[in-house]
């Protein structure tokens, strides 16, 4: 269970990467995991680990620095406290029913998929990285996934392929339906983007499979919060007077007894998450899409630790960096000291990386310096702004040498 992958795999519970700062595993809770569970993770950082813990932009949560001697009792400690492993990875939206917008329980049909694909297992041939989205509150139209199962209506769901809608089902219906189009991608050994040009429909056609010729082009990204219903090629409906929302969740209270937060850089080490799990009324945590943290329990809005951000106005929000030197082996420079000034000197939207890698980087044109032996590469739509930071800060740019 403890070998490394290659990094053209993703990490996970069983399957662990080899980085610069040693070994790491990535959770994707599928639901809120209870307090007790987190402070067990946070002893693992601790004593089998470097004490880093990281949030993905995708919703995860990741232990880092493991070593190959401590990474098979880590596995063994968080898989008896719930965590567990999930292939294909499982997304749900943050809060599941108790989100106020929730049309359904993404979280318990989340439960139900992972319980048939251990009964039923897939064949072989389902390529690294598939990713089922099961979104029943519009929170995750714009994480990338190759199926979606998105409830536009109570107890009606669209499943989306890759960007195209390709059938309707009632909500215990789904699993089953998710799993039969897992199958036909690993036996084909494509991804969702990639379904439609690379498997050919049976000579005999159910309508539903007809919706696979025939369904328009959709962009997920490109929903509107109200959808009057979806036309396809040839005159047919996939579906009708469907509303729904289509919106990230803010920072800050969410319900009475539900916050989200986000921790500077998407990161906590296991002394910042023990003293998080000591507020009180806290009683379960789950990463949550952006490096954010759902928090449940009966806390008031000024009783969380100051390294978290509560609002979205705050301006560490609009700095990304990877651990940097001296936490990881790769990097060439220290990152996060010199993030920290960066944001507080309101020097834009940007992200610093420790070395080549690009660790974290966001990939949308975002403004990176780029750690080198000699200074910091540049990269970026406009890279102005970071530029004036470093110079502000007398760090070396590499094309002003």
């Known amino acids: ?3 490394p992958t290659p990094r053209r795999d993703c990490p996970s519970l069983a399957r662990p990467m080899r980085t610069g700062d040693g070994l790491m595993l990535r959770l994707t809770p599928i639901a809120p995991m209870p307090a007790a569970a987190w402070a067990e993770l946070a002893d693992v950082a601790e004593g089998l680990g470097n004490g880093l813990i990281d949030l993905t932009l995708r919703g995860a949560v990741q232990v880092r620095g493991l070593r190959d001697e ?4 880590a596995q063994a400690r968080l898989l008896e406290v719930g965590f567990v492993e999930s292939r294909p990875v499982l997304a749900t939206d943050p809060l599941g029913p108790d989100d106020p917008h929730a049309m359904g329980d993404s979280h318990a049909l989340a439960a139900r998929l992972a319980d048939l694909l251990t009964t039923q297992p897939l064949p072989p041939g389902l390529p ?21 199962l998105r409830w536009v209506g109570v107890d009606r ?5 890759g960007d195209r809608v390709v059938d309707e089902s009632r909500a215990d219906s789904g699993p089953a339906l998710v799993r039969d189009y897992l199958e036909r991608m690993a036996r084909a050994g494509c991804r969702g983007v990639d379904f439609h040009s690379s498997i050919a429909l049976p000579l005999s056609v159910t309508p539903a499979q007809a919706r696979v010729q025939n369904a328009k082009h959709l962009a997920p990204r490109n929903w509107t919060p109200a959808c ?4 396809v090629e040839g005159g047919g409906a996939v579906a009708t007077e469907a509303h729904f929302v289509s919106a990230p969740l803010p920072l800050g209270p969410i319900t009475p007894d539900i916050h989200l937060l986000v921790p500077a850089f998407g ?12 507020t009180p009324g806290l009683t379960a945590l789950r990463p949550a899409a952006g490096r954010r943290l759902a928090v449940w329990g009966s806390q008031g809005a000024g009783c969380f630790p100051p390294f978290l951000a509560t609002d979205d106005a705050d301006p560490r929000l609009a700095v990304s960096a990877c651990p940097g030197a001296p936490s990881c082996g790769s990097a060439l420079r220290p990152t996060r000291a010199l993030a920290t000034a960066l944001a507080e000197g309101n020097y834009g939207v940007l992200h610093l990386s420790g070395c080549g890698k690009g660790c974290g980087a966001p990939g949308d044109g975002t403004a990176q310096a780029i750690a ?3 200074g910091w590469d540049l990269q970026g739509d406009d890279v102005s702004r970071l530029a004036a930071g470093l110079a502000a800060m007398g760090e070396r740019r590499n094309d002003a040498l």
Request: charged share 15%; glycine share 4%.
């Open 70 to 73: 401590t990474v098979a009792a």
């Open 228 to 231: 009057a219903g979806v036309t």
């Open 267 to 278: 990161a906590l080490t296991c002394a910042q998450l023990q003293e998080l799990l000591a």
């Open 372 to 374: 080198t032996a000699d």
């Open 157 to 161: 769901l669209w499943l989306i392929v």
């Open 1 to 3: 269970m403890n070998k």
């Open 128 to 148: 690294p990285k598939v990713t089922v989205a099961l979104d029943a509150a519009g929170r995750l139209d714009q994480l990338t996934a190759d199926l979606r």
